[in-house]
């Protein structure tokens, strides 16, 4: 054992050095194991993701401006073609999107909703006497035309 002090070369058993009279650290030198660096999992990105968050901001919007048929009509359409595209390149992949998936259900209650109000209002117009109101807007828009 060498002495930390003086560098004298101790026998093995010796608790203070023969040379200098400090004491000898008698534990056996350690051996640790090599560094590892942590393991970083990374995130598998999801493939198409702008695709699924577009379509669910589509399918909302679809149903929350419900009063808007024609112009929301294409919106939910392209909804759900997007969300449908979305979510197959998703699961090509073996993954999963959760805004592709929101999208298709938005866009399909968008959808029903429209079709369904476009027929309520339909029936509604039909069931009232048409000719009077007819007549009555058929009048007002022409005389509302600058001519």
């Avoid at 598998?44 to 379509?55: E, N």
């Avoid at 117009?125 to 109101?133: A, N, R």
Wanted: proline fraction near 7%; aromatic fraction near 14%; hydrophobic fraction near 45%.
């Amino acid at each position: 054992m060498f002495c930390e002090k003086c560098g004298f070369n101790n026998n093995d058993g010796a608790s203070f050095c023969q040379n200098c009279g400090a004491p000898i650290n008698n534990a056996p030198n350690q051996i640790y194991p090599p560094y590892q660096p942590p393991v970083q999992t990374i995130k598998p990105k999801i493939p198409s993701l702008g695709m699924g968050i577009t379509s669910m901001v589509l399918g909302a919007t679809t149903c929350a401006f419900l009063c808007y048929a024609v112009i929301i009509f294409p919106c939910a359409i392209i909804g759900l073609i997007l969300g449908c595209m979305a979510n197959s390149r998703a699961k090509a992949v073996g993954l999963k999107n959760g805004f592709a998936t929101a999208g298709i259900i938005t866009s399909v209650i968008g959808l029903v909703m429209v079709v369904l109000s476009l027929i309520f209002f339909i029936w509604i117009f039909d069931s009232v006497d048409s000719g009077y109101y007819y007549d009555y807007y058929y009048y007002y828009f022409i005389n509302s035309l600058p001519l």
